[in-house]
């Protein structure tokens, strides 16, 4: 099994969730954190430490918004073999590990395969309709 | 291999919604289906794949299946393009 987590300024984490439900229209089984920017990280790297716990023997990938950001920051102490941490989440990239969550591929290929998604869905509409005038 | 083109007629085309109800049509067969629009072909049990056609309305697509159920798959896929995808009273 595989858990995820959103880890996100403000609500960017939970909105990316409600709309990726909408469209795919299920249940989305995602534990969204919101770090706030009031404080200092010890409540969110509290939070982080709490669930990551309750998930331990399970494979985890771990979605924040913004390489750089504190959101990312705080979860570099996480990283090692059963989790991984792609930063810039998109609603490409959300989709694509929603619907690749159950194939049955490893962690590392599945991280890879949202990576993708979430580069590919960034477009200049401009240069791909030229492209495609071309 | 059997395919069909037809047009799309639901206003949005195969926007967000439309297209993961596609490729969720899709993943219940075991046939290899792709979709044709404008020349770009892609595996429609791909749900970002579909996006990327951006397919609008008014525009001709050709569905491919090709396997054990592809007749089935065909049919399903026709049905639901013209069904409009349930988003259209």
Known sequence: ?134 | MIKETIEITNKLGLHARASAKLSHLANSFQSDIYLVYHGDRVNAKSLLGILTLAASVGNPITIETDGKDEKEALNQIVNIFQSKFDEES
């Open chain 1, 1 to 134: 099994m595989i858990k995820a987590f959103i880890i996100t300024h403000g609500n960017l984490g939970k909105e990316l969730v409600e709309v990726a439900r909408s469209i795919l229209e299920t249940p989305i089984d995602i534990e969204c954190i919101s770090f706030d920017w009031r404080e200092d990280g010890t409540k969110t790297l509290n939070k982080i430490q709490h669930n990551l716990k309750k998930y331990e023997d399970d494979d985890i990938i771990i979605f924040t918004d913004m390489f750089g950001g504190s959101p990312t920051n705080i979860c570099f102490q996480f990283d090692r073999k059963n989790i991984e941490i792609l930063t810039g989440i998109n609603l490409p990239g959300l989709l694509k590990f929603l619907t690749y969550k159950d194939k049955k591929i490893n962690l590392k290929a599945l991280v890879k395969e949202v990576k993708k998604g979430a580069i590919d869905g960034i477009n200049v509409i401009g240069e791909y309709l030229g492209e495609k005038k071309s």
